[in-house]
């Protein structure tokens, strides 16, 4: 990532909206990349960009919080100033990692004067900002992650030279969407040749070997408990070249995006979830002869954490472009075309946002969420293990 041309974008963008560039006190020189200030009814908000892109060293960083809350205090007078100190990373910036950069906040009890640290994972567009006061405007947060284009911002992967300890080590970097991925094709491929070999590459395998192989056929889902594990082997089976294609597309657009959020583990926790509940709707309410295969519902699914995610009360950003155009053909299909099961692709959106909802986005995964996220997990792996039958769910509804 081009570094400079960012810091020049944002100044000169904030320009626009009424700031002010300030040059970088003597004791803070070398370690701020911009200063800017604007007048407010409130009194003067300053932002501050760090010298250093990926400000990775913790040490660095608490020194740097207490030198400008140091330069407030003194620089201020008799005014308000509230100071919004941004670290910026061009890579996937922790749950912890994050958390501490928020603690480094330092605020007089009476308000008057603030420093309020904000860390920007410039890769995906996303800001971890505070709430409260001082406000800052949206379209001021949207300039903060606002990167030129001719910098490949997007999903960008860069390693950094700090990782804040994980109660799970390492499974927050496990390459889930490429896994998830990966195996699909490699059970279509395998599906297509245990029923009639590679000459149905492209037409995809017949009704009954995609039956054989793991469809959520209700006939068999409900009727035996046995078989409930068709909930999650429908996922990874396809009707055809075409839809394994269009599938994986969008998987592939909505999936790493919700792994960069999430992180892994959530990111596999929402897929499933959703994905099993697309199906437990999909074999309550279509009729017994109907067979359904296909990833759409927990792509649904992904797409509902990313909606919970961009609506949580810390008021984060998401970039949607690229990712709303495989949902809405997804939907519209199912809309319009009479064989999509649009009942999976309904449940597994719902299913998202309930497993997005007690997973927890970044800031939000303590307190009853520790317990609530793993009784979800258990209670979908009891249901798929036939521990908990469904065989009368389709009289559920009417």
């Not at 990313?306 to 709303?324: E, H, K, M, P, S």
């Not at 997804?330 to 319009?336: E, R």
Request: with cysteine; proline share 5%; charged share 15%.
């Amino acid at each position: 990532m081009n570094y400079s041309a960012y810091v020049e974008s944002v100044g000169s963008q904030l320009a626009d909206r009424g700031f002010e560039v300030q040059a970088v006190p003597p004791e803070l020189q070398g370690r701020l990349a911009l200063l800017v200030s604007r007048q407010e009814e409130w009194g003067r908000l300053l932002l501050a960009l760090t010298a250093e892109l990926n400000p990775s060293d913790p040490q660095e960083r608490e020194s740097l919080a207490q030198a400008c809350g140091a330069w407030v205090r003194e620089a201020r007078g008799d005014e308000v100033w509230h100071m919004i100190l941004l670290f910026p990373f061009d890579r996937t910036v922790g749950e912890e990692e994050a958390e501490a950069i928020a603690a480094l906040e330092e605020r007089d009890p009476g308000e008057r004067w603030g420093v309020i640290p904000w860390s920007a994972d410039l890769a995906v567009g996303l800001l971890d900002q505070h709430t409260g006061f001082p406000p800052v405007d949206e379209a001021v947060a949207r300039i903060l992650t606002d990167v030129p284009e001719t910098s490949e911002r997007r999903f960008v992967e860069v390693r950094p030279r700090y990782e804040a300890r994980r109660p799970w080590p390492g499974l927050d970097r496990f390459p889930a969407t490429r896994l998830i991925l990966a195996l699909t094709v490699a059970y279509y491929l395998w599906t297509v040749w245990m029923g009639g070999g590679l000459l149905n590459l492209i037409s995809g395998p017949d009704t009954l070997s995609l039956v054989i192989w793991g469809a959520n056929y209700s006939l068999l889902t409900l009727a035996e408990r046995t078989q409930q594990w068709r909930l999650v082997s429908h996922l990874f089976l396809h009707g055809g070249a075409m839809h394994l294609a269009f599938n994986m597309w969008a998987f592939w657009q909505v999936g790493r995006y919700c792994e960069l959020i999430y992180g892994s583990a959530r990111m596999l926790f929402i897929y499933f979830v959703a994905g099993v509940i697309g199906g437990v709707a999909s074999v309550a309410v279509r009729p017994g002869l109907v067979i359904s295969v296909g990833a759409s519902g927990a792509i649904l699914g992904l797409m509902g954490a990313l909606i919970y995610f961009a609506t949580t009360v810390r008021n984060r950003r998401v970039d949607w472009q690229g990712l709303l155009a495989p949902v809405a053909i997804n939907l519209l299909f199912g809309f319009v075309y009479g064989r999509v099961d649009n009942y999976a692709h309904i449940g597994g959106l719902l299913g998202g946002l309930l497993a997005a909802f007690v997973a927890g986005v970044p800031g939000e995964r303590g307190g009853w969420r520790q317990l609530a996220a793993p009784a979800l997990g258990v209670l979908v792996g009891l249901v798929v293990a036939g521990v908990l039958p469904l065989k009368h769910v389709s009289t559920l509804l009417p």
